[in-house]
């Protein structure tokens, strides 16, 4: 191993929005909530956790090794993994996504492997099977992405860097959702004019960021393809986003498939709308955390590297 690699990294990864209404799959927001994903090289084979509290990552940490390996073309090595931060796990905000960008981005630095951020993007999207959070989580900001409809594979993304003018509120209540459950809840089939309404709310919220004209956002989501099935599963959830709305937010959604729930509003309005969303969970008995968050522009970074 050459005396210039590092034995240890440590990435920084932020938290994402998926979907943002009526965007399902394909629109995702990085957000300035971070996961610190911290690899050290071992002499041993796959993943060993550093503390207890870093063993439930480990099948997804080996999962994304796996194929970091076969893309890299780099041989094989052993790792202890930690995980720290706080990017809530099941709570729609891509908990998962900073796991497996994390360690894909600190085995790129280890093995002294020349992936891109473009190559991350790619390999992190196979891993999620959709690139909604993928893509934020690798290289920041607002993004569109495109996928093959046949292969899953990701062709393309658009970003778009938002400002310190918009604040995104969100509010996690104490109930896990996993995606597994909340994507089962899904019909296989939508009725005909359920998808042109909501197409025209995805496009109409995706302009709306990329020309900076935000207050176009107000009242924009209308989403028909998730967020009917979606909701109900979570007390509260819906009249915490219309609780929101009417206390000053532009707009709303289920943060990718929940239990979060996101509101876009102006920095000067965002404690108000918290409030005003903690309390709409409480009516219905449950008790939830408030994020008053900006978009983060820049995406997963190496913070630290360090021999051992």
Not at 255 to 268: N, T
Request: hydrophobic share 40%; glycine share 10%; aromatic share 6%.
């Amino acid at each position: 191993m050459s005396k210039k690699l590092p034995n240890r990294v440590t990435v920084r990864v932020p938290g994402s929005t998926s979907n943002c209404g009526s965007g399902f799959d394909s629109l995702g927001l990085a957000l300035s909530i971070y996961n610190d994903i911290t690899l050290s090289r071992g002499d041993w084979s796959g993943a060993r956790p550093l503390t207890d509290r870093d063993t439930a990552g480990l099948g997804m940490a080996d999962e994304a090794a796996a194929l970091f390996f076969v893309r890299a073309g780099v041989e094989e090595f052993g790792y202890e993994l930690s995980i720290s931060g706080e990017v809530p796990m099941s709570r729609g905000l891509g908990s998962s996504v900073t796991l497996r960008a994390g360690v894909v981005a600190a085995l790129n630095e280890l093995a002294g492997a020349k992936l891109s951020k473009d190559d991350l993007c790619s390999l992190v999207t196979q891993l999620e099977g959709h690139p909604d959070n993928a893509t934020p989580a690798v290289i920041g900001g607002f993004c569109v992405a495109r996928c093959d409809p046949h292969t899953g594979e990701l062709l393309g993304v658009l970003r778009k860097p938002i400002g310190k003018d918009l604040c995104f509120v969100v509010v996690s209540p104490d109930q896990e959702l996993e995606t597994k459950k909340a994507r089962g809840i899904l019909p296989k089939e939508l009725p005909y004019f359920d998808a042109i309404k909501s197409v025209n709310s995805a496009v109409y919220v995706t302009a709306a960021i990329l020309s900076g004209e935000y207050d176009r956002l107000r009242d924009a989501v209308r989403d028909f393809l998730h967020e009917p099935y979606r909701l109900p599963l979570i007390p509260g959830a819906k009249n915490a986003i219309e609780a929101g709305v009417v206390t000053g937010a532009l707009t709303g959604w289920l943060s990718g498939s929940g239990s979060s729930v996101l509101c876009v509003a102006r920095p000067a309005k965002a404690a108000k709308v918290a409030r005003a969303m903690v309390a709409a969970f409480a009516a219905h008995k449950l008790s939830a955390t408030p994020h008053l968050l900006f978009a983060d522009n820049n995406g997963l970074r190496v913070v630290k590297r360090s021999k051992l």
